[in-house]
């Protein structure tokens, strides 16, 4: 097991990623699971976060934790998540990117 190959408090280092997280979450989680499936981002992975934003962005962070064997427990993930939702979106796209997901944000294009 590994760990992220960013910290958690890190996400201010890229405030251009921070701000568009910050002003179209669910567009930008929506990307990051597109990526994590392998498959371009639609209507099918929009609406998932749209409704239920919290529960697909704490699925998405398990999942790229357990697809990398990164440390980690859904506790963990379920906390960070709730507590500091910003900083562990970022983590989670930063990571994606790093281990080269094509993860294209909505406010890019």
């Keep these: 097991m590994s760990g ?3 910290g958690l408090c890190d996400c201010f280092s890229d405030c251009g990623l921070c701000f568009k997280t910050m002003c179209c979450g ?9 990526a994590l499936a392998g498959h371009e981002c639609g209507i099918g992975d929009l609406i998932p976060s749209l409704c239920c934003y919290m529960c697909c962005s704490m699925q998405t962070r398990s999942d790229v934790r357990q697809k990398y064997g990164i440390d980690g427990s859904i506790v963990t993930d379920c906390l960070f998540t709730l507590c500091l939702n ?3 979106s970022v983590q989670v796209y930063r990571e994606l990117e790093g281990r080269g997901e094509p993860v294209v944000l909505c406010a890019d294009k």
Excluded: D, T
């Design 26 to 34: 669910p567009c930008q989680l929506a990307k990051a699971r597109a």
């Design 86 to 88: 910003l900083c562990s």
């Design 4 to 6: 992220w190959s960013n």
